[in-house]
């Protein structure tokens, strides 16, 4: 692999600025580190010296004043010349009465400790009056000998380990970054605007999902770029005719005039792919149901396959028949299953915009008169608006309490809210907050909620967020259902949404 390296990038600014850096900071971090440690052993090598400086005067100098007291000078000599072989003491010596009795030793330092002791005799407690002084000179300059040696060893290990840790970074730094740089401007310079250039990848292992570098978000966006470019073709293509605001009010009028025919046409197109996938999952469902050997989260996909195949097609069929002006279907209602298989389709988004859904349902018996899909299509698409307007780890409140002969359903952010201008025009068609929306989802919402006999209400909450609220008729029965009956439900079926 490092054969196929491009090694005149080690000849590089940016190679040679890398290894500078390396060099000079390894360079400050051994001078602080050699300095730190060198004054450390210093201080130890001091203390030990002192330490044998005063051993020598708890254990000896009794010893000394007992021979001194006796003049005994043979022992004396014998017993100085034994402390002067301790480490680091160069010269000791006992004066009395202003002169020299014994010495050993010769002061070979420059720098030295030196120490003075008073003899007093041993016999005679109370004697104030001293037989003499010892004068120990404890010499440095080994110490500082030994501390050269050290430091001339680490800054040559540092040196030779410095020098090593920049070339192994150098080929490291080659390999997972360069080496694919050089690839990313060679490639920028194949962009052109017609937007045939094949997709720019790196000579790499995949990344894991999730698990993008800083590599590969350049990469994307080259990517993206590219697209971006044939599309900005694209549209200078298109300028030449009309200008860009005569292309956004045709399209509109074509959009408000054409929405029946449109509908109509992509329900039937749709219609037709759902119809079959709905066919195989069934087919392949009763081929593989009560097969041991077909894995059962194989046979839960299929069942879940089948299910929001046949509920798209619900909600294309209600389509349909709202845009063509037909009677819907009207109903007795559970909310607590409305606002169950609701909470069933915004799962995704709740990972997405990392928020949670918090349910508050006065009677889970209750109920309300409506077309089931289209109430979830409205509910839906107000939860939705209130996970994009949310910050993360917030939570959205859903609120459900009886109003006289209404339920009402309360939908509740804590996101940036809307000011009192917009509010006025929140339920007309085509206005909107986003820069990318159409403005018809909540005009759509407020028309179904209207067609159901009931109401949509808005307002700012003490959060600063925004309160929807749905009053619907109420249903003249409840739901009856058994704790021991509901327990035994799959989780499709129960639950609050959270």
Known sequence: MISKFNLGAFTGRTAKRLILYIILFSVLITILSSALQLYVEYQDEVVQIEQQIEQVQNSH??????????????????LIDGLVKLPDIERISIIARDRVLQRTGEV??????????????????????PLGTLHLVAGLDPLYERLKQKIWFILIATAVKTFLIAAFILLLFQYLVTRHLNKISQYAHTLTLNGHAPALTLDRMPARRGEVDELDTVVTALNEMQTRLAQELRLREEAEFDSRSSREQLAHMDRVTSMEEIASSIAHEINQPLTAIATYAQAALRTNKGDERVPEALINALEKITEQALRAGEVIRTIRQFISKQASSRSEIGVKALLTSTSHLLETLESQYKVSLVQGLADERLTVIGDLVQLQQVLFNLLRNAMEASPPDSIIEIWVEVCGDKVSLRIRDRGCGIDAEAAKEIFAPFFTTKQEGMGMGLAICKTIIDAHNGELLFSINEFGGCDFTMLLPQGEKLVAEPESQSENKPQSEQGPVS
């Open 61 to 78: 100098l009794d010893g000394i004043a007992h021979y001194l007291e006796q003049n005994n000078p043979a022992q004396l000599q014998l």
């Open 108 to 129: 070979m330092s420059d720098r030295v400790i030196d120490t003075k002791f008073l003899l007093y005799p041993t016999k005679s407690v109370d004697a104030k009056e």
